[in-house]
């Protein structure tokens, strides 16, 4: 058989630290093959291998059958292989066209030559049903836009084999299924392609085969069409998963969050939040459902004090919150997991124990008369890392070093111990595995169980679903309908987004 | 290898390079330069005199290199620290030069404030410009070391000078000076002073407040990333003006060092005297890391003493040294290859 890439047995240490310890990975020609792993297994760090960013201590990489030696990310990219990393690598200021020519522009009579460029990135466009607008400037496009930016300087630059790193994370599921399509497109024109992604119902819908690893070890490469989603998620977790989560009747009691009348202004300085009113009970978990844009960061950023509330109140535990300074919202009993976690929810170049007392520095027993108890701060991190299980190449390592998975448990690990009366969750475990989604969801009913107030934020509505007792479906700033998972299918949820309001159905009333 | 012992190894490798390349420049410049280097070693080290006036020399350098690296742990650039440095050196000749008849105990702490104080002041508005209107405090601090310099130059001019036509101001009281007659006699009448004690001192308070105290943490959180910082509840604008005003605050005392001992008084300046630019090159071979700047001043102080001998006794221009300064400062700024070079080296050997 014809393997256009073989890795075989590498090696990779960081320190004392293996991430790679003898993986094998074969990838075939106009295949699409899916690495599957927890967070931490070293899927990244394979990844970044096979495109020369890292050196691996031991193994072979061929190409096409012909050992190479990958120094670096122009060698990869010579050799046909491109990578649409995770974290958008683009200028902002520049255009699109701008940006894919990057490194590599066309020059004619010393000028570039910008007008050949667009026209080679049209036919590109065309011909892998790529839509994009080649003047357009990076900073404002969409997400799902500049991803596929990302692919077309890929295929610019002639890459015969794509590595996608999470791709779907970040994307909307309208663009998600977007996505799938172009990659089809991409095997159809003889292209292959390596996707990483924690999402196995897209692992079964697109791939043709998974290469499973775990804790740096490959533990096996399967045919898709000969496995399934179960099958899977224990190979990769090494023990069952349940997908259902078990949560027992909620028993809310009194009103822990309430927001009446809010009104919140965006940057451009236009109304986000209208109107919008809603109370989350001790005891329960509220979803918000909804697509992005639709207000729902402005809320969030209103509840915790980081943006200026336009009129309206906000309360908590009976306490009027909505003038208030972060800080003071956090210590009457707010805790937040971000949407972003590298830029609001941890500070990279921080090693992680600094990093659990972000909120917490200041109080004792971290912080005597301004001086940091730093085996207090230590004692903390240790705890915290052995009860969420988060894995990290060391003690003090810094948190730009954590797989992202291992980051985002970190910050759960961080909110979840402070004990707040409401817990804000934001899109909690996005580009997490399907261990670490049970677990955290097992996390969020455990704080509901324990009389606490949880407010879930999530574009996943299996997530929504699954979680939530109760489900704010949120539409141009405001709610259009509170539903009860329980009577609802994903298909109405769907339309309520989209701004349909249901037919009366009777109990789904408001409260 | 493992990474402290490597964040070591590299200044020592980039400075090692260094002297290797400036040697070759002066061998190719047709100098001896065996002979160059002996006479810059001797420059230093051949008796008291001279040992005594390096550290004069090194003694500023300290202070200006942590005022740079503590803006910069904190996320800031103060290119400023040449102006903070002028008012601090006014401030205290200006404290020294009056208050007749304080004992030693008030007088010569509260000079060494006023310099603080000062060069605090000095850094208040890039930081509040910083803080409140997003101004680039790179492009403020540049301006205001213009300003500091003509300002303090007027204001010795009009409010300390002698009299007489002088541009000089009286010399600071015996309360208010760091001197002691010991020091000149061992070192052969060199104007050595306690400041050095100072310096050290400071480079102890730098660590203290970065890696120890509760206010540290919270600079350094804003630097690295103050989105974070504010979800977490810190006060970003806040500690970006404290991060100003400490760091002008060493460089405040920096200038105290030089009208409180090397010098005495306070003259109207034609130019910027270089102490504060050279602290920017010494925090960032120290790292800016406490211990790193002390020795990276000791470096720089002592390269820059020790050169003026060697046209004396080797012919070689002294500009050769600012050579091989400019040249360590560019293998370290190029550490990254010398880091893979280490690393080849250190693999193949374990092979
Ligand atoms: N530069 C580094 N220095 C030290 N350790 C690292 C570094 N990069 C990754 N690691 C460690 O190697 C392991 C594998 O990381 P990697 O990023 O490859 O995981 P991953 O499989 O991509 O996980 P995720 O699904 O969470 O993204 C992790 O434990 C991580 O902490
Ligand atoms: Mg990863």
Redesign the pocket.
């Known amino acids: 058989m014809e393997y256009v890439i073989e890795m075989l047995n590498i090696r990779k240490e ?2 004392n ?1 293996v ?2 310890d003898n993986i094998t990975l074969q990838l075939k020609k106009g295949e699409i093959h899916a690495l599957l ?12 291998v096979l495109f020369g960013l890292y050196q691996p201590e031991a193994g072979e990489i061929r190409v096409k059958g012909k050992k190479v030696n990958i120094s670096n990310p122009n060698v990869a990219n010579d050799l046909g292989i491109g990578m649409v990393h ?1 974290h958008f690598m683009l200028v902002p200021p520049f255009t699109v066209a701008e940006n894919i020519i990057l490194g590599k522009e066309p020059i004619k009579n010393t000028m570039v030559d910008i007008k050949s460029a667009i026209k080679k990135l049209k036919e590109l466009s065309v011909s892998y049903g790529l839509d994009i607008d080649p003047n357009a400037k990076v900073s404002n496009i969409s997400v799902g836009m500049q991803q596929r930016v990302e692919i077309i300087k890929t295929l610019y630059r002639g890459a015969e084999i794509l590595i996608f ?2 791709p779907t994370a970040v994307l909307t599921p309208q663009e998600i299924v977007e996505l799938i399509q172009i990659m089809k497109n991409l095997v159809n024109e003889g292209k292959s392609i390596i996707i ?1 992604t ?1 999402k196995l119902k897209e692992i079964m819908e697109v791939s043709d085969r998974v290469t499973v ?1 775990r804790k ?1 070890k490959g533990i096996k490469t399967l045919v898709t069409a000969e496995t399934n989603e179960n099958e899977l998620a224990s190979l990769m977790v090494g023990r069952e998963v349940s997908f259902k989560t078990d949560k027992i009747q909620s028993n809310p009691t009194e009103e822990t969050l309430t927001i009446k009348n809010l009104n919140v202004k965006d940057n451009r300085g236009l109304l986000a939040v209208k109107n919008f009113s809603l109370s989350v009970r001790a005891g329960e978990i509220v979803g918000i459902a909804g697509i992005d844009g639709n207000g729902q960061s402005e809320l969030i950023e209103a509840l915790t004090g980081l943006r200026k509330v336009d009129s309206g109140v906000i309360t908590i535990n009976g306490r009027d919150t909505s003038k208030l300074k972060p800080r003071k919202i956090t210590e009457i009993g707010l805790g937040h997991i971000p949407s972003d976690r590298h830029k609001h929810g941890l500070v990279l170049d921080f090693p992680m124990p600094e990093n659990y007392v972000l909120q917490t520095y200041y109080k004792k027993p971290f912080n005597r008369s301004g001086i940091l108890n730093f085996a207090e701060i230590n004692k903390k991190a240790k705890q915290l890392a052995e009860e969420f299980d988060v ?3 060391s003690e003090k ?1 810094l948190a ?9 448990k970190a910050i759960i690990a961080r909110e979840v111990d402070r004990n707040p009366s409401i817990l804000i969750a934001s899109q909690p475990t996005r ?3 399907v261990g670490a989604i049970e677990y955290i969801h097992h996390r969020l009913i455990e704080q509901r169980d324990k009389g606490k107030a949880v407010l879930l934020v999530s574009f996943e509505l299996e997530e929504i679903m699954n979680v939530s007792d109760r489900i704010a479906v949120m539409y141009e700033g405001n709610i259009i309908d509170i539903v009860d998972p329980k009577m609802t299918t994903e298909q109405e949820l769907g339309l309520l987004m989209a701004g349909k309001k249901l037919e009366p159905k009777g109990e789904s009333a408001h409260e | 290898m493992n990474s402290t012992l490597k964040s070591i190894l590299v200044p020592i490798v980039a400075i090692l390079l260094g002297f290797l390349v400036g040697g070759i420049i002066m061998i190719l410049c047709g100098y001896d330069a065996i002979l160059g280097y002996q006479s810059l070693f001797n420059g230093i080290f051949s008796n008291s005199y001279f040992m005594g006036e390096s550290i004069v020399k090194i003694t500023p350098l300290i202070l200006s290199g942590l005022a740079v690296a503590f803006a910069f742990r904190t996320g800031l650039f103060n290119i400023g620290v040449e102006g903070q440095f002028i008012v601090g050196w006014t401030a205290a000749v200006y404290v020294g030069t009056h208050f007749e008849g304080l004992s030693k105990v008030v007088h010569l702490p509260l000079a060494i404030l006023a310099a603080a104080v000062g060069g605090a002041l000095w850094a208040l508005l890039p930081g509040i410009l910083k803080a409140y209107l997003r101004v680039h405090e790179v492009v403020v601090t540049i301006m205001m070391n213009y300003i500091a310099l003509h300002v303090t130059n007027w204001f010795i001019q009009e409010k300390m000078a002698a009299g007489g036509g002088t541009n000089t101001s009286e010399r600071v009281f015996q309360t208010a000076s760091l001197s002691w007659k010991q020091f000149s006699d061992w070192t052969a009448f060199s104007r050595l002073h306690w400041g050095i004690l100072v310096a050290l001192i400071a480079a102890l308070i730098y660590w203290f407040i970065l890696e120890k105290s509760k206010v540290g943490y919270e600079l350094r959180s804003v630097g690295f990333n103050h989105h974070a910082s504010q979800y977490a509840g810190m006060n970003v604008s806040k500690n970006i003006i404290l991060a100003m005003l400490i760091s002008g605050a060493f460089a405040g005392v920096a200038g105290a060092m030089e009208g409180l001992g090397t010098f005495q008084y306070a003259a109207v300046k034609g130019g910027f005297t270089g102490v504060g630019f050279t602290g920017i090159a010494t925090a960032f071979i120290g790292a800016n890391t406490a211990l790193g700047v002390v020795l990276a001043s000791f470096l720089f102080g002592g390269l820059q003493f020790g050169s003026l001998n060697m046209p004396y006794n080797s012919q070689v221009p002294t500009e050769l040294v600012a050579v091989v300064i400019a040249l360590i400062i560019y293998f370290i700024a190029s550490n990254y290859s010398i880091r893979t070079l280490l690393d080849k080296i250190f693999t193949k050997g374990a092979k």
């Open positions: 960081f320190g630290f991430a790679n792993g927890e967070n931490g297994a070293g899927k990244s760090t394979l990844m970044n995770q790193d999470e990483i924690h690893i740096g894995r990290t190449p390592a730009r070093s954590l797989s992202g998975g291992n980051q985002q580009g997490l595995d």
